[in-house]
């Protein structure tokens, strides 16, 4: 079993000790790194650091969060730049405070979805208390849709905090649009090392799992994930050297790219987190620490091409 590095300090769901079936896809003995950037489509300034990361860095993927108000914008790159790798970032809340987004359903469609002032749920555990499942099925179908129909090339689905893998119910629907979209899903194999995941959606992984290698669709080998607030230089160390020690296998390195801005500092106080992670991922000595080290960094779509699948879009 691979063990995983994952160190979260903002997020209500803290992913530690996980690991990701291995796709055996791969060259034997290469080492691969998909260095993948989450919540394109928050706002303004995580889409233009996204950007940033993908053409003068080494963000190799990122995922879009359709609900949100500057969805649009990074739906139109995605358009217009079909070799970058955008997924979706399904998602079934709205965490901050003054910064909210509602489901992209009909209100009317998904009424277990919304607070009583109509935007989705601030936490994981509202939406893990209130949620009903084909009311969850029909948002993030919603979600993929309105990507797709926007032009954005899907290459794989992932979750926004969590949320679609806190009910052994979602978890399937989760499982589900991966196989009706045939694109890969970022998934959880270990469910018994992640120790704040519900016992049965633990037990219910296996059987999605089966499912998932069945369809032939790619899962990963590790994960890495460092959400805290430490000095450019220490976290440029913490990355440089889970990126140059990945062992044979995919490991996916999940960041988020900002500018702390005025208008990200007024949406969260994780801007400077973010803004760190953009400086990283595009410093020089970074990349080329990670070109010298021998590791690949590659994108999903680069990933599913490796196992003979095609994905969304192509």
């Not at 973010?274 to 680069?302: C, H, L, M, N, Y």
Request: charged residues 20%.
């Amino acid at each position: 079993m691979i063990q995983v590095t994952c160190k979260l300090a903002l997020t209500s769901l803290a992913l530690v000790s996980l690991s990701l079936s291995a796709a055996a896809a791969e060259p034997e003995g290469e080492r691969y790194v998909i260095v993948h950037a989450d919540d394109a489509g928050m706002s303004h300034s995580v889409n233009l650091a996204t950007i940033q990361g993908m053409e003068q860095g080494i963000v190799s993927s990122a995922s879009i969060m359709v609900p949100c108000p500057w969805f649009k914008e990074i739906a139109a790159y995605a358009k217009a730049h079909p070799e970058k790798d955008f997924g979706i970032h399904l998602t079934l809340n709205c965490e901050w405070n003054q910064y909210r987004w509602g489901p992209v359903a009909p209100r009317e469609k998904v009424p277990s979805l919304v607070d009583p002032e109509g935007y989705m749920w601030g936490g994981v555990p509202a939406v893990a208390t209130t949620a009903k499942t084909d009311e969850v099925e029909t948002e993030l179908r919603a979600q993929i849709q309105r990507a797709i129909d926007f032009g954005v090339p899907v290459s794989h689905l992932d979750t926004h905090m969590g949320a679609v893998v806190s009910r052994p119910d979602l978890i399937e629907v989760y499982v589900k649009l991966g196989l009706e979209f045939k694109v890969p899903v970022f998934f959880l194999r270990s469910m018994h090392e992640a120790g704040n995941l519900p016992q049965a959606v633990r037990d219910r992984a296996p059987v999605l799992l089966e499912q998932l290698d069945k369809a032939g669709l790619p899962v990963l080998d590790t994960m890495t994930q460092y959400y805290s607030g430490e000095s450019y230089d220490v976290k440029k160390k913490m990355y440089t050297e889970a990126i140059t020690t990945t062992k044979p296998g995919v490991r996916y390195l999940i960041i988020h790219c900002g500018y702390n801005n005025e208008e990200l500092q007024a949406i969260t106080t994780s801007s400077l987190i973010r803004d760190t992670d953009r400086r990283v991922f595009t410093d020089p000595a970074v990349i080329e620490a990670v070109k010298a080290s021998g590791v690949k960094v590659v994108s999903w779509k680069q990933v599913s091409e490796m196992n003979g699948k095609k994905v969304a879009g192509k």
